[in-house]
């Protein structure tokens, strides 16, 4: 049996207790406080189910730090954008995506991702679907005396249909509704609660303005910006007595500019900020034997700063722009305190940032880099990227490759892979004349 599968055990079955990951306000020593220096900052992740919606499914955004929402478009754009497909150049595309995924630690973990799109007859509208398909790999259960219960293989997946529409030569907006379903553990008994498949329905909400008419000194340019709000949907739960989690809503926007150097040579720079819109974990009270407190009415732990994260979807969106807790330490006389600035400090880090470069040969030949960065106490992801692809006729081949920033990442080495198909080129500029 591999080594690795005990640990991946724990992963769904985190999944099944899930509350809102609990973090306690520790105290500082007052006279290190005293001197002036301030606390470590706390890791304070935001934690969501089913995180696989967020994970990058095609090769031309991996290559460019994952940043997508403003790039021209392609069947992809389902993902990253689905306004941008009323700006597609072919009257049709279809793509094929594969990863092997955290190769490091599961040698059988993989993502799969298939889109499409096909513009209407009157050109400034397009429908699209896509399907994403997450392997975990084969687990075994086993009980408390380690005894076999069953092999597993968990698996998520969701399925989307978009419709993109344009409002003007430079402007859209897009739709995208969503079905997901992750099944962790396959209806297994836990602690005497029958586990289930979590389900939920989201939809994604889009915008796109671009202006491939610009000018930068004497060459034409492309400037675009996008803005995705993505995931909005019902909480998922994995019994029928277990807490509801969010899924990962996510506010995605940024900017594009593609500049043709010549009749060959055009290079585009792109860049996305991204923000989960879930409630962040607050710190939760303790008493003077660092005791989480709870209270006796709601039965939930008391909060020292920050929000309760039992609420609705929409308040949960409207409330993560404010809702850090900061760092919370405790004086001499035991009462909790923020330390100041520290919430709209959490607040930004709460920001992650993805930037990338392409360049393309006759239209043919592409080589893309980028880099990904999230503080570290919100989950410390940091990477380079580096891409590149080929078209030949109808055929497009894309492939990228993860290098990361920081030591052990799970996510180091990881590849992605695109073979896409375009048919019937309709909107295409003409070719540049002498």
Not at 193 to 217: E, H, I, P, R, T
Not at 293 to 309: C, H, K, Q
Not at 390 to 396: H, N, P
């Amino acid at each position: 049996m591999r080594s690795y599968r005990p640990l991946l055990v724990c992963v769904p079955l985190t999944f099944l207790a899930f509350q809102p990951a609990a973090v306690w306000a520790q105290p500082c020593d007052p006279q290190f406080r005293a001197s002036g220096q301030q606390c470590n900052d706390q890791l304070n992740t935001i934690t969501t189910a089913v995180p696989f919606l967020l994970i990058s499914p095609d090769s031309r955004a991996g290559g460019m730090g994952d940043a997508g929402v403003a790039v021209t478009p392609d069947a992809n754009a389902i993902h990253w954008n689905p306004s941008k497909l009323a700006f597609a150049e072919n009257d049709g595309e279809f793509s094929m995506s594969y990863s092997p995924w955290l190769r490091n630690l599961v040698p059988d973990m993989s993502l799969a991702y298939l889109a499409g799109y096909k513009r209407l007859g009157n050109k400034r509208s397009a429908i699209g679907g896509s399907m994403r398909y997450f392997n975990l790999g084969s687990i075994l259960f086993t009980d408390i005396n380690g005894s076999t219960i069953r092999d597993f293989k968990p698996a998520e997946f969701a399925f989307d249909v978009a419709f993109a529409q344009k409002f003007s030569d430079r402007f859209s907006g897009g739709i995208a509704i969503r079905y997901v379903n992750s099944n962790l553990t396959g209806g297994i008994s836990v602690q005497g609660a029958n586990s289930k498949a979590g389900q939920s329905v989201a939809a994604d909400v889009s915008f796109f303005y671009m202006n491939d008419q610009a000018q930068l000194g004497d060459k034409d340019a492309t400037f675009a910006f996008g803005m995705n709000i993505s995931n909005i949907g019902a909480k998922m739960s994995y019994t029928e007595t277990a807490a509801q989690n969010f899924i990962p809503i996510n506010l995605r926007f940024g900017p594009s500019v593609k500049i043709e150097l010549d009749q060959y040579n055009s290079i585009a720079f792109n860049m996305d900020v991204n923000k989960l819109l879930v409630p962040t974990p607050p710190v939760y009270l303790l008493d003077e034997n660092n005791v989480p407190i709870i209270d006796p009415v709601t039965g939930n732990f008391e909060v020292a700063s920050g929000r309760d994260p039992d609420v609705g979807v929409m308040t949960g969106i409207l409330g993560s722009f404010t809702d850090a807790p900061g760092n919370v330490a405790y004086d001499e006389d035991n009462q909790p305190y923020v330390e100041a600035g520290s919430r709209l400090r959490e607040e930004l880090r709460e920001i992650n940032l993805a930037g990338g470069f392409e360049y393309w040969y006759a239209e043919q030949f592409a080589f893309r880099t980028g880099y990904f960065w999230e503080h570290y106490t919100k989950g410390n992801r940091k990477y380079f990227t580096l891409g590149a692809g080929v078209k030949y006729s109808i055929f497009t081949l894309d492939l990228s490759y993860l290098i990361a920033n920081t030591q052990r990442s799970p996510l180091a080495n990881t590849l992605r892979f695109t073979l896409g198909f375009k048919f019937d080129k309709g909107n295409k500029k003409p070719e540049p004349t002498n």
